[in-house]
C-alpha cells in the first residue's frame, strides 16, 4: 500500500458518514447535502411544472370547466410559489454547496451541521406547503401574497398560514445557505485563488449570497407582520385602524426583486462555466463580468418600485426606478457579450449543455428586452399585470434560470454522480424545451397587449383570447414533455449510464481534479492555484509554508475533519480548523421548529411553546463542542499562528447581517405607519413610559461591557459571564413589567402593533444573548484553555455588542417617534394624495355607500 | 505585498463609493419628489449633483490607490461609471419630470 | 424586411375586431401615446435582439469552421462595444423619450376633468358621476369624447385595478387611499374593462363597460342616472317590486325613490339600461337575469350575491320589475 492510499483511507475514515438510517439523517457532508437539495429541489419543479400544466389546460379554450376558481387560484399561487421557493433558489443552493467547495478546493462547508439543518428547513418546509393540498387549505393569494386580500378579512382559512409559515421555513434555510457560502468562499479558497482568481460561477455565488442576507430578511418581516395580524390581530395592513396595505407590497418587493437576481446571477454564472468549457477557452474580459455581477446585485435593490407603478405614485419617482431598471441592461449586456466573444475565440462543442446555452443567450436577451419594456413606467401601465408581464418574465425565468440550471446539471452530472448522461437525449430534450418553451409563451406577449389580465381562470368568449391560448397551452405540454425526457434522460444516466472518467469534458477548474463521482474528503491533497484556469495552466510551485501547511492536512493525524482556512482577498494560508461531524440534532432542531409551527398553525398554544423549547434544546445540543475536537494538531506547532478571527466569527457576523435586516425591516414598518398613519400614538395613548424601558437598556448595555471584560480578562471570565447573564435577565424582567403594564392594546391600532413587535424584536434578541452565554459558560467550564473556547468567547462578544445595539436603537426610536409626533396626528406630511409615494393619504369613502 | 492589502480603503472606495452614492441618490431624490412639488426642485438638483461627485471622487480617489498593473481598475472603473451614469440619468429625470405629475 | 414584419404584426396585434380588447387600438390620445412607445421600443428592441443573435450565429459558423488555433483578438473590445457602448446608445434616448411620454400621460386631475368616482369592491365595481350621491351606477362607466376625465378611485375591501386597455393603462383601487386616472378618449364606442389585481376568487369576473360617447349623451347619460326609478308600469312589475323588498334584495340593493336602500350590492335603480350583469360577465337579457337572480353562484361561483329561492310566479314579476328599471 503505498503512502497515498494509505492517507486516502485515513482521510475516508475521518470524513465518512457512519452508515445505514442513522448515518443518513446525521449526514452533513456538503456532497450529501447538495445532492439532497438538488434531488428535493427537482422532485418541486416536476410538481411545479404539473401545476403548470394544469392550470394551461384550464385555459386552453374560453368558458373552461376543467377547473373551477377555486382550485385554478390554488394552483396559480403554488406553482409560482414552488418554482420560486422549492426550486429555483433551492436547486442553486444545491449545486453551490456541491460544487464551490470543489472549484474552491477544500474539503468541506465552514458550517456542516448548519448546512444540514438548512436542508430539513427547506424539506420540512416544503412538505408543509405542500400538506395543505391535504387539508383542501391550499394557499390561494398569489406567491405575492397582497394584503389585505391575504389578511384575516378577506382569508379567513389556514391557506395563507401554510404560505406564511411555509415559506418562512423554507427562507430560513436560504438564509443559512448563504451565509455558509460566503464564510466558505470568502475563507476557504485554495492557496493562491485570490478573489480575482475566483471561478465566475463562485463570484456569482458570493454575490447571490450577500444579496439573499440582506433581501431575505424583508419577506421574512413581511411575514411575521402578517401572521401577527391575522392570528393575533395586530393590524399592519389594515388601514382601518392606523395599519396599510402598500406596507406589504414595498417589504415583499424590497426582496422580491434581488429575488430574481438571486436566481439569475447563479445562473449566469453556471453559463460562464458552460461556455468556457465548451469552447475551451476561458471567459473574455473576466473582470468585466466580475464586476457587471457584483453591479447587478447592487442595481437589484433599487428596482422594487417597478412593480408598484400602477398604485399611483408620482410620474418622477416613477422614472427614477425606471431608470434604475434600465442601467441593468448593461452589466447584462457585458456578461451576454463575454460569452459571445468567447465562442468567438474558442470552437464551441455543441454538446446539450452548450445547446441549453444557446437557448438561454436567445431567450434571456428577448427577455431582457421585454424588461426595459416593462421598466419604461407609462408602458408598464398598460402590460402591469397581464399576460405581457406573465411572458417577459417566464422569459427571464426558464430562459435565464431553467436553462441555465439544466446545462449545468448535465455538465457536472458525471461529476456528481460518476455516470454520464446521454448526448442524444438531451439534446432531443432541449428540442422540445426550446420549443415548446417559445410556443407556449411567445403568444402570451399578444395576450397582454390585447388585454388579457393575469391570474385569470377563465375569460369570455367574444374577447378574442383563445387562439393565443389554445397555442400558448400546445406548446407548454411540449415544453413539460421536454422536462420530462430531460429527466428520465439523468434517471436512467444514474441507474446504468456508462462509468463517467474524472474530466469528462476537458474542464478548466479545479472541481474536475477529483474523482468521479469525489471522494468524501474532496482533495487528498488540497490544491495550490496560480490562475484563474488551474487546469489549463501549469501548476504553481508553493512556497515552504504553504507546502507544509497542505501536508499537515493531508494527514488527519487524529486531528478530526481538519481543514484549511485562508485570507479572505489573496488566499494565503492562516489557519486550520476542524469542523463538526455527523450528528442528528440539526433534523432535531428543524423538527422541533416544525412543531412550532404546526401549533402556530392550528392555534394550539401549548404545542407551540412545546415546540419553542424544544428548539431551545435541540440547538443546544447541537452547539456542544464535537468529540475528539481538536484546532491544531501538533505537527502545525512550528507553523504561524492564525492573522484573523475564528469562521464562526465570520459565520455570526454574517448571520447579525441578516438578522440586523430583520430589525430594519421592522424598523422600516414602524416609520412608514408612522408616516401614513392618523395620530402616532393615536389620540388617548400617551408617550410611552420612560424608567423601566430606560433601565432595561441600561442593563443590557452593561451586560454587554461585562462580556467585553470577560473577553478580555481571562481569569475574571467566569465571574464576568455571570454577571452579563444577570444584568441580561434584569433587562428582560423590566422589558416584561414594562411591556404587560402598556396603556393601549397592541390590537387597537397600527402604533401598538408597531411598538410592540418592535419591543418585541429586542427582547428577542437578549433573551439569545442570555442562552449564548450559557454557551459560553459551559465552554469556559469545562474546557478553559481549548482554542474552541476561545473562539466562542470572540463570538459571545459580537453577540453582545449587536445586543447593546439593538437595544440601544429600538430605546431611541421608541422614545423619541411619538414626543417629535406631538401625539395627535402629527408627524404625518400634508399629503396631496397621489403624491405620497404610494405610502397612503387620501380619503377613502367619499361615495355613499 | 500587493498594493490592494496596502490600502485596502482605496479599494473600498473604488468599490463602494460610486455604488453607495447612487443607492444614496435615489432614496434622497425619491423622498424629495413630494416636497419638490410644493415647493422648489432646487433640493432634488443639488442632491444629483452632491451625488454625482461624490461617485467620480471616489472612482479617482480609488484608481489613484491602485499603483502598478494598469489594467486591473478598468472593470471597477466601469462599475463606478455605470452608477454615475445611473446617477446622471435619474439626475435628468429631475430636471425633465414635474414633481408634481 | 422588417417593415414588412411591422405589418404582420399591426395586422395581429392591432387588427382586433370590434369589442376585443387591445392595448394597440387605442380609442384616444392616452392609449395612442402609450401604443406609439410600444412601437419605438419593438422596433429598438428588435434591432438589438438581432445584433445578438447575429453575433451568436456567427460565433456558430466560425466555431464550426475552424480547427486551428484562435487569433490573438482579445475580445474585450466587442464586450464594451456590445455591453456598454450599444446598452448605453440605446438606454439614454429611449429613457428621455420615457420621461416625456410619463411627464404627459401624468394622473394629476385637472381642473377642468369630467370626474368620475370608481369604488372597487369583491367582485364589481361602485360608479359614481360628479361626486353624486345620486348619479350612482354600477360595472358601467360612461365618458364624454374629447374631454379629458380623471377617475377617483379607491377600494372598500381589498386591491383591484381598473384597466380599459384601449382607452390608457391601469391604476389600482386601493382601500384607504385615493389613486387617480386621467385619459382622454376620441374615439366613440364601448370598451371592455378588466380589475388587472388579483382580488380574489372571482377576480377573473370582475369586469366592466367603459363607453365613450358624445358629450350631450353623456350628461344626457349622467343626468338619467341620476334620476330616481319610475313606478312600475304594470301589475306584474309592480308585484315584482312587492317580491323584491320581501325576499331579501333590497337588504343590499338599492332602487332609489322606492324602499330599497341597500348598500352591499350594485345600485339597481337603471339596471335595466345597462349592458351587462355581474360586472360585465353575461349580457344583460332576460335569460341571464332569470338564471343570475336564482343562482347567481351558478354564473359566477364565490360571488357574494346568495341564491335567491323565488318560485317562477314571483320570479316572472320580479323579472318583469327590474327589466321596467330604465
Same mark, same amino acid.
Do not use: Q, W
Given at each position: 500500500m503505498t503512502v497515498l492510499e494509505t492517507r486516502g483511507d485515513e482521510l475516508r475514515e475521518t470524513w465518512a458518514s457512519p452508515p445505514g438510517l442513522v448515518g443518513f439523517v446525521s449526514a452533513v457532508n456538503h456532497k450529501s447535502i447538495g445532492l439532497r437539495f438538488i434531488v428535493t429541489a427537482f422532485a418541486f419543479l416536476l410538481i411545479g411544472g404539473l401545476e403548470a400544466m394544469l392550470i394551461r389546460t384550464q385555459l386552453i379554450r374560453p368558458e373552461n370547466g376543467f377547473l373551477d376558481a377555486e382550485a385554478y387560484n390554488q394552483l396559480f399561487t403554488m406553482h409560482g410559489t414552488t418554482m420560486m421557493f422549492l426550486f429555483a433558489v433551492p436547486m442553486i443552493e444545491g449545486l453551490a454547496m456541491y460544487l464551490v467547495p470543489l472549484m474552491i478546493g477544500t474539503r468541506d462547508l465552514p458550517f456542516p451541521r448548519l448546512n444540514a439543518f438548512g436542508y430539513w428547513c427547506f424539506l420540512l418546509g416544503g412538505v408543509l406547503l405542500n400538506w395543505s393540498f391535504l387539508t383542501g387549505s391550499v394557499p390561494d393569494g398569489g406567491w405575492f401574497a397582497y394584503t389585505p386580500l391575504t389578511g384575516p378579512e378577506y382569508s379567513p382559512t389556514a391557506g395563507i398560514d401554510y404560505w406564511l409559515l411555509g415559506v418562512t421555513f423554507v427562507e430560513i434555510a436560504g438564509v443559512v445557505g448563504a451565509l455558509e457560502l460566503a464564510v466558505l468562499i470568502l475563507r476557504q479558497r485554495a492557496p493562491g485563488m485570490s478573489l480575482l482568481r475566483m471561478p465566475l460561477f463562485v463570484w456569482s455565488i458570493l454575490v447571490s449570497s450577500g444579496m439573499m442576507l440582506v433581501a431575505f430578511p424583508a419577506v421574512i418581516t413581511a411575514s411575521i407582520l402578517l401572521e401577527l395580524e391575522r392570528?393575533?390581530?395586530?393590524?399592519?395592513?389594515d388601514p382601518g385602524a392606523g395599519g396599510n396595505p402598500l406596507l406589504w407590497q414595498h417589504l415583499f418587493w424590497i426582496f422580491g426583486h434581488p429575488e430574481v437576481y438571486i436566481m439569475l446571477l447563479p445562473a449566469t454564472g453556471i453559463v460562464s462555466a458552460v461556455v468556457a468549457v465548451h469552447t475551451r477557452r476561458p471567459i473574455v474580459a473576466y473582470e468585466l463580468v466580475a464586476a457587471a455581477l457584483v453591479a447587478i446585485g447592487i442595481i437589484s435593490f433599487g428596482l422594487w418600485v417597478h412593480h408598484m407603478f400602477a398604485v399611483g405614485i408620482p410620474v418622477l419617482a416613477q422614472t427614477l426606478f425606471a431608470v434604475a431598471s434600465a442601467t441593468i441592461a448593461i452589466p447584462s449586456g457585458i456578461q451576454v457579450f463575454a460569452w459571445l466573444a468567447t465562442m468567438l475565440q474558442g470552437r464551441p462543442r455543441w454538446s446539450t449543455p452548450m445547446l441549453y446555452v444557446v437557448g438561454f443567450v436567445v431567450t434571456f436577451v428577448a427577455g431582457g428586452i421585454t424588461g426595459v419594456m416593462v421598466a419604461a413606467a407609462p408602458f408598464d401601465w398598460q402590460v402591469h399585470d397581464s399576460f405581457f408581464v406573465v411572458a417577459h418574465f417566464h422569459y427571464v425565468l426558464i430562459g435565464g434560470v431553467l436553462f441555465p440550471i439544466f446545462a449545468g446539471l448535465h455538465h457536472w452530472f458525471p461529476k456528481m454522480v460518476g455516470r454520464v448522461p446521454n448526448e442524444g437525449a438531451g439534446r432531443l430534450s432541449f428540442l422540445l424545451v426550446f420549443v415548446g418553451f417559445h410556443i407556449a409563451f411567445f403568444p402570451q406577449h399578444i395576450l397582454g397587449l390585447r388585454g388579457m389580465p393575469r391570474r385569470v381562470y377563465t375569460y369570455g368568449e367574444t374577447v378574442g383570447w383563445d387562439g393565443y391560448n389554445a397555442v400558448s397551452t400546445i406548446g407548454s405540454y411540449l415544453l413539460g414533455l421536454g422536462v420530462l425526457v430531460y429527466a428520465y434522460n439523468l434517471w436512467r444516466a444514474w441507474r446504468r449510464g456508462p462509468v463517467a472518467p474524472d474530466d469528462p469534458w476537458g474542464g478548466d477548474g479545479l472541481e474536475w481534479s477529483t474523482a468521479s463521482p469525489p471522494e468524501v474528503y474532496n482533495f487528498r491533497e488540497l490544491p495550490v492555484v496560480g490562475g484563474r484556469a488551474p487546469r489549463w495552466e501549469p501548476a504553481p510551485v508553493p512556497d515552504n509554508r504553504t507546502a507544509s501547511t497542505i501536508a499537515a492536512l493531508a494527514a488527519p493525524d487524529g486531528g478530526g475533519r481538519q481543514q484549511l482556512r485562508t485570507t479572505?482577498? %489573496? %488566499?494565503?494560508p492562516d489557519d486550520a480548523f476542524a469542523v463538526a461531524g455527523p450528528t442528528p440534532w440539526p433534523l432535531g432542531t428543524a423538527v422541533a421548529i416544525g412543531i412550532t409551527l404546526v401549533g402556530v398553525l392550528i392555534d394550539h398554544a401549548f404545542l407551540a411553546a412545546v415546540g419553542a423549547i424544544l428548539v431551545v434544546a435541540a440547538a443546544l445540543r447541537w452547539t456542544s463542542p464535537p468529540g475528539g475536537w481538536r484546532a491544531r494538531p501538533e505537527t502545525w506547532a512550528d507553523l504561524e499562528p492564525p492573522r484573523s478571527r475564528p469562521g464562526g466569527w465570520h459565520g455570526l457576523l454574517l448571520g447579525l447581517v441578516a438578522v440586523a435586516c430583520i430589525g430594519g425591516s421592522f424598523l422600516y414598518a414602524y416609520f412608514y405607519l408612522f408616516v401614513t398613519a392618523d395620530g402616532w400614538p393615536p389620540s388617548g395613548v400617551g408617550s410611552p413610559g420612560l424608567l423601566l424601558a430606560s433601565a432595561a437598556v441600561a442593563a443590557a448595555v452593561a451586560g454587554s461591557v461585562a462580556v467585553g471584560v470577560a473577553g478580555r480578562r481571562t481569569e475574571a471570565r467566569t465571574p464576568a459571564l455571570l454577571l452579563a447573564g444577570v444584568l441580561g435577565m434584569a433587562a428582560l424582567a423590566a422589558d416584561a413589567l414594562d411591556v404587560a403594564d402598556? &396603556?393601549?392594546?397592541?390590537?387597537?391600532?397600527a402604533y401598538g402593533a408597531a411598538f410592540v413587535t418592535l419591543r418585541g424584536f429586542a427582547m428577542v434578541v437578549t433573551a439569545v444573548g442570555v442562552l449564548v452565554l450559557g454557551v459560553a459558560l459551559r465552554a469556559c467550564l469545562r474546557r478553559p484553555g481549548d482554542p474552541w473556547t476561545s473562539a466562542v468567547m470572540q463570538i459571545t462578544r459580537l453577540f453582545w455588542l449587536f445586543v447593546a445595539a439593538t437595544t440601544v436603537v429600538v430605546w431611541s426610536v421608541l422614545q423619541v417617534t411619538p414626543r417629535v409626533s406631538g401625539g395627535?396626528?402629527?408627524? &404625518?406630511?400634508?399629503?396631496g394624495s397621489h403624491h405620497s409615494l404610494g405610502i397612503g393619504g387620501g380619503t377613502a369613502g367619499e361615495l355613499p355607500r | 505585498m500587493s498594493s490592494v492589502e496596502r490600502r485596502p480603503w482605496r479599494r473600498i472606495a473604488l468599490v463602494g463609493g460610486p455604488s453607495s452614492a447612487w443607492a444614496a441618490h435615489l432614496l434622497v431624490s425619491y423622498l424629495l419628489v413630494p416636497p419638490a412639488c410644493e415647493t422648489t426642485s432646487v433640493p432634488l438638483h443639488v442632491t444629483t449633483a452632491v451625488f454625482a461627485v461624490a461617485a467620480l471622487t471616489s472612482i479617482v480617489v480609488g484608481v489613484r490607490g491602485v499603483d502598478g498593473d494598469r489594467s486591473r481598475p478598468f472593470a471597477a472603473i466601469v462599475l463606478g461609471a455605470i452608477f454615475v451614469l445611473a446617477i446622471l440619468l435619474q439626475g435628468a429625470a429631475n430636471a425633465m419630470v414635474d414633481p408634481c405629475a | 424586411m422588417r417593415r414588412l414584419a411591422l405589418a404582420a404584426a399591426t395586422v395581429v396585434l392591432a387588427g382586433a375586431c370590434a369589442g376585443e380588447p387591445s392595448a394597440l387600438d387605442p380609442a384616444g390620445g392616452t392609449a395612442a401615446r402609450l401604443a406609439d412607445l410600444w412601437w419605438l421600443m419593438l422596433v429598438v428592441g428588435s434591432v438589438v435582439w438581432v445584433v445578438v443573435i447575429a453575433v451568436l450565429l456567427r460565433a456558430a459558423v466560425r466555431g464550426r469552421d475552424q480547427d486551428g488555433e484562435p487569433g490573438a483578438w482579445s475580445g474585450q473590445p466587442l464586450v464594451v462595444a456590445g455591453g456598454i457602448v450599444l446598452p448605453v446608445v440605446v438606454l439614454v434616448p429611449l429613457l428621455i423619450v420615457v420621461f416625456r411620454v410619463a411627464e404627459g400621460l401624468s394622473h394629476e386631475p385637472q381642473q377642468d376633468d369630467v370626474r368620475i368616482q370608481v369604488v372597487g369592491e369583491q367582485f364589481w365595481w361602485r360608479v359614481a358621476y360628479n361626486d353624486d350621491a345620486a348619479a350612482v351606477s354600477a360595472n358601467e362607466v360612461h365618458v364624454p369624447v374629447g374631454r379629458p376625465v380623471t377617475l377617483e378611485l379607491t377600494s372598500v375591501d381589498v386591491i383591484h385595478s381598473f384597466w380599459v386597455p384601449n382607452v390608457a393603462g391601469k391604476t389600482d383601487l386601493i382601500p384607504g387611499e385615493t389613486t387617480y386616472l386621467r385619459f382622454e378618449v376620441d374615439r366613440p364606442g364601448v370598451y371592455r374593462g378588466f380589475?388587472?389585481?388579483?382580488?380574489?376568487?372571482q377576480h377573473a369576473g370582475m369586469r366592466l363597460v367603459l363607453v365613450a360617447q358624445p358629450a350631450e349623451e353623456f350628461d344626457d347619460h349622467v343626468r338619467r342616472v341620476a334620476e330616481d326609478a319610475g313606478q312600475p308600469d304594470s301589475l306584474l312589475a309592480a308585484e315584482g317590486q312587492r317580491v323584491f323588498n320581501r325576499v331579501g334584495c333590497a337588504d343590499c340593493h338599492a332602487v332609489r325613490g322606492t324602499e330599497a336602500a341597500g348598500v352591499a350590492g350594485p345600485d339597481l335603480t337603471h339596471l335595466a339600461s345597462r349592458r351587462t350583469i355581474g360586472a360585465g360577465v353575461v349580457a344583460n337579457t332576460r335569460g341571464n337575469l332569470a338564471g343570475w337572480v336564482v343562482n347567481p353562484q351558478g354564473i359566477?361561483?364565490?360571488?357574494?350575491m346568495p341564491p335567491q329561492p323565488v318560485d317562477p310566479e314571483d320570479l316572472e314579476a320580479l323579472l318583469a320589475y327590474l327589466e321596467g328599471l330604465e
Open positions: 392570528k393575533l390581530g395586530l393590524p399592519f395592513y479572505m482577498v %489573496a %488566499a494565503e402598556l &396603556r393601549f392594546s397592541p390590537s387597537d391600532h395627535d396626528g402629527g408627524g &404625518r406630511p400634508a399629503t | - | 380589475c388587472a389585481e388579483f382580488c380574489g376568487i359566477k361561483p364565490g360571488n357574494h
